[in-house]
């Protein structure tokens, strides 16, 4: 059975920092591209970064480049977020997912509050 189970969020004032883990089970993580979303309250949600399988590629929205970093143990299948310098604008819940054989799959999330 497919799982992503993420953990690490939590709460942080303006400028701190957090690593987001997801821990995946079910598949092989370096042959399928898995990355963030989150969404804020009242929006969309929202791409925040991804390794592709196709080119092992780091990607990240232009609101959190330069401060997250998106990685991948695969020895122990779980991939991390690491986000610096938070900003209020970065509260929201993170999901984790991987794209298996054309189907997405997600985490149950894991929540990120900024705040002062």
């Known amino acids: 059975q497919l799982q992503l189970v993420e953990a690490g969020g939590g709460s942080v004032q303006p400028g701190g920092s957090l690593r987001l883990s997801c821990t995946t089970s079910g598949f092989i993580l370096s042959r399928y591209t898995v990355g963030w979303f989150r969404q804020a309250p009242g929006k969309e949600r929202e791409g925040v970064s991804c390794?592709?399988?196709?080119?092992?590629?780091?990607y990240y929205a232009d609101s959190v480049k330069g401060r997250f970093t998106i990685s991948r143990d695969k020895a122990k299948s779980t991939v991390y977020l690491q986000m610096n310098n938070l900003k209020p604008d970065d509260t929201a819940a993170y999901y984790c997912?991987?794209?298996?054989?054309?189907?997405?799959?997600w985490g149950q999330g894991t929540q990120v509050t900024v705040s002062s």
């Open positions: 390794i592709s399988v196709r080119d092992d590629n780091t």
């Open positions: 997912y991987a794209n298996v054989l054309g189907v997405r799959y």
